[in-house]
T-cell receptor, first 116, second 116 residues
Framework: NAGVTQTPKFQVLKTGQSMTLQCAQD?????MYWYRQDPGMGLRLIYY???????DKGEVPNGYNVSRLNKREFSLRLESAAPSQTSVYFC???????????????FGDGTRLSIL | GENVEQHPSTLSVQEGDSAVIKCTYS??????FPWYKQELGKRPQLIID?????GEKKDQRIAVTLNKTAKHFSLHITETQPEDSAVYFC???????????????FGQGTILTVHP
């Protein structure tokens, strides 16, 4: 039972390149989230998926796209990377569903992304 | 949207002392307040959470208090140990059945250092 798994762990890109960050969870959770973490700014929500087949914007969605491929997988794509997107990216999942209230979010180990 | 302010940004204590971290939130509809601990280079890990229908929750050396009227909540760590040294984040989330749907808004983090 691995929890939330993110790949890759590290990546260096050049400005303008594209890439997809992968996230998978094995806890049968409905909800999944993508955050970025920058020094002194905590974690900021990029996109989330309340359930399979749905996605919504978070606080900082510009420059990103997401796909909820199935219940287990939620990917984050940078179409044209910019230096301002240098950050640590965390994926999270929770067992949240309507009617039972908020549930804890469980985080992956993160992807450290540098854009030159 | 929700705004969460966290203080202090850094906190230094001697081993055995108590540590208190405070957060305020802006959205009176928020009803779920988790606290996460993040060690250097690691994922955020949930250490305790509280829902708006209770005023206090304890788990061994850790406690969280919530004042809904004043819209603030606090983390209390007693008998601190060097292994408590980490960054601590508070967060707030609104009604899981409403438009916020489990989205967490994080504070900026507190770097806690416990000196032996």
């Amino acid at each position: 039972n691995a929890g939330v798994t993110q790949t890759p762990k590290f990546q260096v890109l050049k400005t303008g390149q594209s890439m997809t960050l992968q996230c998978a969870q094995d806890m049968n959770h409905n909800s999944m989230y993508w955050y970025r973490q920058d020094p002194g700014m905590g974690l900021r929500l990029i996109y989330y998926s309340a359930s399979e087949g749905t996605t919504d914007k978070g606080e900082v969605p510009n420059g990103y796209n997401v796909s909820r491929l199935n219940k287990r997988e939620f990917s984050l794509r940078l179409e044209s990377a910019a230096p301002s997107q240098t950050s640590v990216y965390f994926c999270a999942s929770s067992g949240l569903r309507r009617g039972i209230g908020n549930q804890p979010q469980h985080f992956g180990d993160g992807t450290r992304l540098s854009i030159l | 949207g929700e705004n969460v302010e966290q203080h202090p940004s850094t906190l230094s204590v001697q081993e055995g002392d108590s540590a208190v971290i405070k957060c305020t939130y802006s959205d009176s509809a928020s009803n779920y307040f988790p606290w996460y601990k993040q060690e250097l280079g690691k994922r955020p890990q949930l250490i305790i959470d509280i829902r708006s229908n209770v005023g206090e929750k304890k788990d061994q050396r850790i406690a969280v208090t919530l004042n809904k009227t004043a819209k603030h909540f606090s983390l209390h760590i007693t008998e601190t140990q060097p292994e408590d040294s980490a960054v601590y984040f508070c967060a707030a989330s609104g009604n899981a059945g409403g438009t916020s749907y489990g989205k967490l808004t994080f504070g900026q983090g507190t770097i806690l250092t416990v000196h032996p």
